[in-house]
T-cell receptor, first 112, second 108 residues
Framework: EPEVTQTPSHQVTQMGQEVILRCVPISNHLYFYWYRQILGQKVEFLVSFYNNEISEKSEIFDDQFSVERPDGSNFTLKIRSTKLEDSAMYFC??????????FGPGTRLLVL | KNEVEQSPQNLTAQEGEFITINCSYSVGISALHWLQQHPGGGIVSLFMLSSGKKKHGRLIATINIQEKHSSLHITASHPRDSAVYICAVRGGNEKLTFGTGTRLTIIP
C-alpha cells in the first residue's frame, strides 16, 4: 500500500540553525500538508499546498517557515532560524481529490 | 474559529467492551475526520465523513450535522485498540482543526 514517508525521523539542532524536513507524498496526490504536535499537546495545522502554491496557512506559519515542492516528488518544510519552541513532532500529509488525508510517520525535532 | 471538544479525555475499559468516544464542534464543517495516534506518534486516518455513518471492521463512526456532534464506536474492543483517538474537522478551506484526543486503554 502506498504511504507517505518523512526524513529524518529525528533531528536535533541548535537554536538559530536552519532545518529542512522532507516528505515524499503518495505519488498521485495533489494536496499536501504540514502539521506539528508539541509534546503533550494537540496536533496543529501549519500549511496546505496545492498546485505549487500555499492554499492556506495558520498563524503559526510565520516568515520563519517556508514550504517547497522542488522536484515534483519531495515536499519540504524549512524553518529558517529555529527557536526552542519549534521543538515538536512534524507531520506531513497528502491526499487526492475528495479523499482522506494520509499522514507520514513524523519527524521529531528537538531544538537545543 | 472552530472549537473541537472530545470526551472523555481518558478511557480505560476491559477487553470486549463496547467503546464510545464523542466529538463536538462549534461551527459548520465540510468534513470530519477520526484519526488514531499510536504510542510511537504515527497517525492513521480511520474515517472521513460528512453525513450519516461509516463502518470499517469493528469501528463505526457517526455524525449528526444538525447537532454538530460525532461519535466513534469500537465493538469487541481489544488491547491493540489502545491508542489516542483524535477528531479533526475541516471547514470551507483545507485547514483541519484538531481535538485534544481521547486516550483509550483496553485491559486484557
Amino acid at each position: 500500500e502506498p504511504e507517505v514517508t518523512q526524513t529524518p525521523s529525528h533531528q536535533v539542532t541548535q537554536m538559530g540553525q536552519e532545518v529542512i524536513l522532507r516528505c515524499v507524498p503518495i505519488s498521485n496526490h495533489l494536496y499536501f500538508y504540514w502539521y506539528r504536535q508539541i509534546l503533550g499537546q494537540k496536533v496543529e495545522f501549519l500549511v496546505s499546498f496545492y498546485n505549487n502554491e500555499i492554499s492556506e496557512k495558520s498563524e503559526i506559519f510565520d516568515d520563519q517557515f517556508s514550504v517547497e515542492r522542488p522536484d515534483g516528488s519531495n515536499f519540504t518544510l524549512k524553518i529558517r532560524s529555529t527557536k526552542l519552541e519549534d521543538s515538536a513532532m512534524y507531520f506531513c500529509a497528502s491526499k487526492a481529490v475528495l479523499e482522506t488525508q494520509y499522514f507520514g510517520p513524523g519527524t521529531r525535532l528537538l531544538v537545543l | 474559529k472552530n472549537e473541537v471538544e472530545q470526551s472523555p479525555q481518558n478511557l480505560t475499559a476491559q477487553e470486549g467492551e463496547f467503546i464510545t468516544i464523542n466529538c463536538s464542534y462549534s461551527v459548520g464543517i465540510s468534513a470530519l475526520h477520526w484519526l488514531q495516534q499510536h504510542p510511537g506518534g504515527g497517525i492513521v486516518s480511520l474515517f472521513m465523513l460528512s453525513s450519516g455513518k461509516k463502518k470499517h471492521g469493528r469501528l463505526i463512526a457517526t455524525i449528526n450535522i444538525q447537532e454538530k456532534h460525532s461519535s466513534l464506536h469500537i465493538t469487541a474492543s481489544h488491547p491493540r485498540d489502545s491508542a489516542v483517538y483524535i477528531c479533526a474537522v475541516r471547514g470551507g478551506n483545507e485547514k483541519l482543526t484538531f481535538g485534544t484526543g481521547t486516550r483509550l486503554t483496553i485491559i486484557p
